[in-house]
């Protein structure tokens, strides 16, 4: 008697489920099979010492897999305004030449936030570094005092309410947050600076569309596009194109 191995059975069902999708199943499966090569990769490099950890990010990345790899075979283009790149399993956009989140008007942010924040929102974040400027997607999972402190999943505290919405943090990518109350001191000008600064945004169709599309920018012009982690791409399959709140525009 032989027994069938768990895994095996994971990764039936995994590409199994194309068959449900009509024409799209060649696409589902090679956007499947391209979201898992990134994310092992990923998975490959990523440092910690405890194995529970590592085999729950495992365990759960088939579901991610598919709930990412379905929504971009089913989405519609009049609801979500970026293409789809099936080779690499990724969002494909134009890219502005400077990148839009350098001219964003601060007290509109700051108002946007005081009105709309809320659990699950997805936002947008600037990223400043040595190595140049990006966009990542976050999302709301705490906030307190009115909503003028608002807690994001991966990048911490902003207090939105003092007008705080840029953070310096250490060199070695340490979340030390040394907070500013002029985000305009931390602008980066140029390549020499060392540290790294976070600045929170208001969405805006420019800033999501490059945040979903991993665009980049070194201090001269356009980089090559990053890759987003699975769990930005997840985000970018919950953002409400229509007003970037979750209280759909009709409403």
């Not at 989405?75 to 789809?84: D, K, R, Y």
């Not at 839009?100 to 699950?120: A, F, H, I, R």
């Not at 947008?124 to 190595?131: A, K």
Request: charged letters at 20%; hydrophobic letters at 30%; proline letters at 5%.
């Amino acid at each position: 008697m032989t027994s069938e191995n768990p895994s095996s059975r994971s990764q039936t069902g995994f590409f199994g489920e194309s068959g449900g999708l009509g024409g799209s199943h060649a696409r589902f499966t090679e956007i499947c099979t391209a979201l898992y090569e990134r994310e092992l990769l990923a998975l490959s490099h990523f440092s910690t010492n405890n194995a529970s950890i590592l085999k729950r990010r495992v365990g759960g990345l088939p579901y991610h897999v598919r709930s990412v790899a379905r929504f971009m075979v089913t989405q519609s283009q009049s609801l979500f305004p970026l293409a789809v790149d099936t080779h690499n399993g990724s969002w494909y956009g134009k890219q502005p030449t400077k990148c839009p989140g350098l001219s964003q008007d601060n007290e509109k942010c700051v108002l946007w936030y005081m009105k709309n924040t809320d659990y699950g929102l997805v936002v947008p974040i600037l990223v400043q570094s040595i190595e140049g400027l990006t966009i990542e997607l976050d999302s709301i999972d705490m906030f307190r005092d009115s909503l003028s402190e608002i807690h994001l999943n991966k990048h911490g505290w902003f207090n939105v309410g003092q007008k705080q919405i840029t953070k310096t943090l250490a060199s070695d990518n340490s979340h030390n947050d040394q907070v500013t109350d002029d985000p305009k001191k931390e602008s980066y000008s140029s390549p020499q600076l060392s540290k790294t600064t976070l600045t929170i945004l208001k969405p805006t169709k420019p800033i999501m569309s490059s945040a979903c599309c991993g665009h980049m920018w070194n201090y001269k012009t356009k980089a090559s596009p990053r890759s987003l982690s699975m769990r930005e791409m997840r985000l970018s399959t919950q953002i409400n194109w229509k007003n970037f709140t979750l209280t759909p525009a009709s409403q």
